[in-house]
């Protein structure tokens, strides 16, 4: 498959397209996760894929998450978002205000055609039989971290270090790159869409299961 390249023509609005042609997930909804290392550029790609497809859903991971439990979400993810979801219900969960080091009021997300699913570990094996498709930010770990720091400034360097060992371990354990169906590289034409390690080439399920953890991760 020759690469694809996201620049301001047709070629976003041909991946939302192929996208929206996936075979339901998850109840009447195909779930695509969009994961990558921290600091990778899941968010601005993601916001730009879910313009492309009429503006789709977006749930943020970082939603889910909290400063207790930066990777282990997996049941409330599941709880508040997936069950509903596949029972073609509203979904309702309740965002984490990173300053606050709360959990704020309920927001609502109803089944859509389509909707993206963007943080890191968003091709966990947990939601991985929930997705559609999965795709993979290529930045290299250390690159997508540093580009982090210098985004959040010095007064999340504590974070950031925490964070970085957090993510270490948890793609080592549960690694989400081997799993993608399509990896994206920006570049300076905008971004190269290619084929992903599980990529099938023609089924109608673009994620598989069947290679093992990535030395990207």
Do not use: N
């Amino acid at each position: 498959m020759p690469p694809t390249y996201l620049t301001p023509g047709s070629a976003i609005h041909d991946l939302a397209s192929r996208l929206r042609r996936l075979p339901p997930s998850c109840g009447p909804v195909r779930l695509i996760g969009v994961d990558g290392h921290a600091g990778s550029g899941k968010s601005t790609f993601t916001g730009k894929l879910a313009a492309a497809l009429d503006g789709a859903p977006v749930l943020h991971l970082d939603d889910i998450a909290s400063h207790d439990e930066l990777f282990d979400w997996t049941g409330r993810l599941l709880a508040q978002v997936i069950e509903p979801l596949a029972r073609g219900t509203s979904a309702s969960y309740a965002p984490y205000d990173w300053r606050a080091r709360s959990f704020g009021p309920p927001r609502p997300l109803p089944p859509a055609p389509v909707i993206l699913v963007e943080g890191v570990g968003a091709g966990r094996r947990a939601l991985r039989p929930h997705l559609a498709g999965l795709l993979w930010m290529e930045l290299a770990r250390e690159e997508s971290w540093t580009r982090g720091r210098l985004r959040d400034g010095s007064e999340q360097r504590e974070f950031w270090a925490g964070w970085v060992e957090a993510e270490r371990r948890h793609l080592a354990a549960d690694p989400s790159r081997p799993y993608a169906d399509l990896l994206v590289h920006q570049s300076q034409r905008g971004y190269e869409v290619l084929p992903g390690p599980a990529s099938t080439g023609g089924s109608g399920r673009i994620v598989t299961h069947g290679y093992g953890p990535s030395a990207t991760c």
